[in-house]
């Protein structure tokens, strides 16, 4: 699809309940910082609900695994970021998923290399983890891996599609349920045509669009470039027009409506919000979005309130 056919499309059709859906059923990420967030954020989201624990520069092993019990205790589904380069030995990684399961019945994790240029320990990539077998020998049934539709910064296309596609062979040979959950983008058709393509290809893992919540357009950019978040913002700096949309919305409405009106069968399962330390924002919006309140407007997106 060209930029000039994308530009010109129609607000797609697409069944409100469709939208709440979406943000009822989604995740939420945290950091360690917003865990005492987590009372009020208990009154705005469902139980059960899976929250994913991010892992700061010079954060703790223990400070993770003490916020992953703080998001237990608040009735929510803790799922640890798990940087393998900062693994300093297996006995590192057989420690933090013994103490994750026992203090917080962590029941899956987020497997990353980490943006470090070199590892800590024996860790270098997430193939070489699932190799060495721990997650099962831990109980834990679920992992949760990085996609990357647009692309990384610093490693060619071809070995990103490649470490995809092993990785997820690899755990589902051991026996785990596979989401691939992917960093966070402005514009649908490249996470679409990606999951399409891993589809036509026989992946069979759960594939989740990484969504940015309600931030500023500061925010937005910063985290998009350190991400590495590609042709959407390299077409925002193409299209002034859209940028100056983006700053005056700086919310998911467009994009989450957009996603909500993909043909069924989807090619994609679900969706992921990043909160970039604005958590309750982010639960507030989705309590809203998730009851109905909002309606549809003209310009492909939705009103809240």
């Not at 994913?52 to 993770?64: A, E, G, R």
Request: glycine content about 8%.
């Amino acid at each position: 699809m060209t930029q000039p056919e994308i530009e010109s499309m129609a607000p797609p059709v697409v069944d409100p309940a469709s939208i709440a859906r979406l943000a009822r059923e989604c995740s939420i990420e945290m950091n360690v910082q917003d865990a005492r967030h987590l009372p009020r954020a208990r009154a705005l989201l469902p139980p059960g609900k899976k929250v994913y624990v991010s892992h700061l520069p010079k954060q703790t092993w223990q400070q993770t695994i003490d916020a992953c019990r703080d998001v237990r205790e608040a009735g929510f589904d803790p799922v640890p970021h798990v940087p393998v380069r900062l693994l300093d030995s297996e006995r590192t990684l057989d420690a933090f998923l013994s103490e994750a399961a026992r203090r917080a019945e962590v029941a899956e994790i987020l497997l990353i290399s980490g943006d470090y240029p070199q590892a800590s320990g024996p860790y270098s990539t997430v193939a070489e983890v699932l190799r060495a077998g721990r997650l099962r020998e831990h109980d834990l049934r679920r992992v949760s891996m990085a996609g990357h539709p647009e692309g990384h910064p610093q490693v060619p296309l071809v070995e990103i599609r490649r470490a995809e596609r092993e990785k997820t062979e690899l755990a589902q040979a051991a026996g785990l349920q596979v989401t691939l959950l992917t960093q966070f983008f402005f514009e649908a058709p490249p996470f679409l045509e990606w999951a399409a393509g891993l589809r036509a290809d026989g992946v069979s893992a759960r594939l989740v669009a990484g969504l940015s919540g309600p931030a500023s357009i500061a925010t937005l950019l910063r985290y998009a470039v350190r991400c590495g978040v590609g042709p959407s913002i390299r077409a925002l700096g193409a299209r002034p027009t859209s940028l100056v949309k983006l700053i005056d919305d700086h919310g998911p409405e467009k994009l989450l409506r957009s996603l909500a009106g993909v043909s069924r069968p989807d090619p994609y399962d679900g969706v992921h919000f990043f909160t970039f330390g604005g958590l309750l924002r982010t639960c507030e919006w989705l309590q809203r979005v998730g009851a109905g309140e909002f309606t549809l407007d003209q310009h492909g997106g939705f009103r809240v309130g």
